[in-house]
């Protein structure tokens, strides 16, 4: 049986426009932004930088360009190295653009189940300029927050702090990925423009959970971000009549912000139900934010594959990780009732899967 329902839980990225972003966009006033003359770009860029606490922004067409922008940035330098986790989107998922674009050497550093990376650690990867000849020279450290392939973890201000002291005691940048930094500063209660204060530099997603169409802010001194406009040129990066997508960013800030907290209450709830269904293990207390993993147990009769393809023709999109594990992400356009309906398939297929499966 094929529902006609439709519940995309395979990422914060496939939300749709609302109605006040397409009119938003429809009536956006637009100009050249290459030539600086965009005033919906100029609008959100500034809105950027005040809520982060930064002198100003840049509009860019993607986190991956965001994250890429500021690491060659921060590493002008060719032979420079960047400290980055090595479960971090940076490192991962980001086709080692850093490397092959921008001439930088990743030095990675364990992260731990809760997206932070040990600070000894980073301290003792730190490669001392003037040591040995045949070392790359550190210039920057990458921190991730919230950290997606932990969970949708929350690196707290503390913490934050703490490696920011460490960067300027080595005389080092700091750049946040913070894709989903407002996911962490609704879940900790701490403004984003606290948790990124001793950062260098931040990229910020508008296309996750803030449910805009395209693109990314990053912010930082004026002097980063006047390096940052000419990186993006280069990387073709630099686009025209943009103020018709920054139209729709400007919506997120001002109406989605809010609506993070709901996303979060129900990625708990789900996680909560999932608990209850026997055969799937999920570490509820990782749950922070609006992303889920859940592992399907060793002894269960089905994989992940098949469950995913069964949840499928229920009209239920989950995004599977590895043989056993499946990812689910919450946002403003999955409804209470989508959790209900997806925890009922869930343990109705689970509960009365008749014999083993073999190869799904
Ligand atoms: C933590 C993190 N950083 C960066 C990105 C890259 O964003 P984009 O898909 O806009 O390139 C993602 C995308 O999922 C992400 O999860």
């Known amino acids: 049986m094929v529902s006609n329902r439709k519940i995309d839980l395979r990422s914060d990225t496939v939300t749709k426009p609302t109605e006040t972003m397409r009119a938003a966009m429809a009536m956006a006033e637009v100009d050249d932004d290459v030539l600086g003359n965009d005033p919906i770009a100029l609008e959100l860029e500034e809105e950027m930088a005040k809520i982060m606490g930064k002198e100003e922004g840049l509009f860019v067409p993607s986190g991956t ?8 940035v921060h590493c002008e330098i060719r032979g420079s190295e960047v400290i980055v986790g090595d ?18 050497h990743s030095r990675t550093v364990k992260n731990k189940d809760d997206g932070t990376m040990d600070i000894d650690l980073i301290e003792a990867a730190i490669r001392n300029p003037k040591g040995q000849l045949f070392f790359p020279t550190t210039r920057l450290i990458c921190l991730e927050n919230t950290h997606a392939n932990s969970g949708g973890r929350c690196l707290c201000v503390e913490y934050i702090d703490k490696v920011g002291e460490l960067a300027k005691k080595h005389d080092l940048k700091l750049h ?14 701490v403004s984003v423009d606290r948790l990124v204060q001793v950062a260098d530099s931040v990229s910020v997603c508008l296309s996750k959970g803030l449910g805009a169409p395209v693109g990314s802010v990053i912010v930082g001194s004026k002097s980063f971000i006047s390096k940052a406009r000419r990186v993006r040129k280069t990387l073709g990066g ?16 001002k109406e989605n912000v809010q609506k993070l907290e709901a996303d979060h209450h129900k990625a708990k709830q789900l996680a909560s139900g999932l608990c209850q269904i026997k055969g799937i293990k999920v570490d509820l207390k990782s749950v922070e934010t609006n992303i889920i993993f859940f592992e399907i147990e060793e002894d269960s009769q089905i994989s992940a594959k098949l469950l995913c393809k069964s949840m499928e023709e229920h009209g ?22 989508d959790v209900e309906y997806t925890l009922k398939c869930m343990k109705q297929f689970l509960c009365g899967v008749p014999a083993l499966q073999n190869g799904n």
């Open 65 to 72: 360009m965001g994250n890429l922008i500021s690491v060659l």
């Open 87 to 104: 479960n971090s989107h940076i490192h991962i998922y980001e086709n080692g653009g850093i490397a092959t674009i921008g001439g930088v």
């Open 176 to 189: 946040i990925d913070g894709a989903r930094i407002f996911n962490a500063s609704v879940a900790t209660g």
């Open 238 to 253: 630099g686009m025209r009549q943009i103020g018709i997508l920054c139209a729709a960013g400007l919506v997120a800030l």
């Open 316 to 337: 239920i999109l989950l995004m599977q990780e590895s043989l056993s594990r499946i990812r689910i992400v919450l946002h403003h356009q999955i409804s209470t009732s």
